[in-house]
């Protein structure tokens, strides 16, 4: 069966320090990922999509960035963070057939 | 007029009690159509699909209506358990073999004793 792995759990990071987030899948081969963000009181927002290895798709412009090294790794990252980049960060794949599988998210608090 | 509106809450309802959540969506061209369930700082996991015939899992019902670009679900004889946020998501084919899904804000329940 398919599972999704994603950490850490929970992250506290000062304003302008870098920032890395890693998802795995395992149990399926050249999944569609996916990275949303959850901001307090407000909906889930897609951020970045990869359809393969090395194809990043960006919805949101910002100072985030992702990248899929392996057929089934999706990083995201920052290179400064701001306060504004606080929220419940979530991995997420997909076969094209049916529904998104989350991972179990990352909450992210920028001080 | 944003993609994805739902109820915006919250619904607070007796247990037993039977409720609805409603859903539109703006995209004409959206292919598949989910409910959500999102419990309090967890990730959101599938609840059900929605078919355009309609279907139904044990106490909820969940139908669409096209013409309308409609989404409901309904829950019966509603339980403690049942407390959560229902997100509302629909999926669009964005290209290059690639899928979107779009969620609404969710509507939060509480089912109360």
């Known amino acids: 069966s398919q599972t999704i792995h994603q950490w850490p759990a929970t992250l506290v990071q000062p304003v302008g320090s870098p920032l890395s987030l890693e998802c795995t899948v395992e149990?399926?081969?050249?999944?569609?990922l996916y990275w949303y963000r959850q901001a307090a009181g407000r909906g889930l927002q897609l951020l970045f999509y990869?359809?393969?290895?090395?194809?990043i798709s960006s919805e949101v412009p910002q100072n985030l960035s992702a990248s899929r090294p392996q057929d089934r790794q999706f990083i995201l990252s920052s290179k400064k963070l701001l306060l504004s980049d606080s929220g419940f960060y979530l991995c997420?794949?997909?076969?094209?057939?049916?529904?998104?599988?989350f991972g179990s998210g990352t909450r992210l608090t920028v001080v | 007029r944003k993609e994805v509106e739902q109820d915006p809450g919250p619904f607070n309802v007796p247990e037993g009690a039977t409720v609805a959540f409603n859903c539109t969506y703006s995209?004409?061209?959206?292919?598949?159509f989910f409910w959500y369930r999102q419990d309090c700082r967890k990730e959101p996991k599938l609840l059900m699909s929605?078919?355009?015939s309609g279907n139904e899992d044990g106490r909820f019902t969940a139908q669409l209506n096209r013409a309308s670009q409609y989404i409901s679900l309904l829950i019966r004889d509603s339980k403690l358990s049942d407390s959560a946020t229902y997100l509302c998501?629909?999926?669009?084919?964005?290209?290059?073999?690639?899928?979107?899904?779009?969620f609404g804000k969710g509507t939060k329940l509480s089912v109360i004793p």
């Open positions: 997420a794949w997909s076969d094209s057939l049916y529904g998104y599988t």
């Open positions: 149990g399926t081969s050249n999944p569609n």
């Open positions: 990869s359809v393969g290895i090395g194809q």
């Open positions: 995209n004409s061209a959206s292919q598949s």
């Open positions: 929605v078919y355009s």
């Open positions: 998501a629909v999926r669009t084919y964005s290209g290059a073999g690639s899928y979107q899904l779009t």
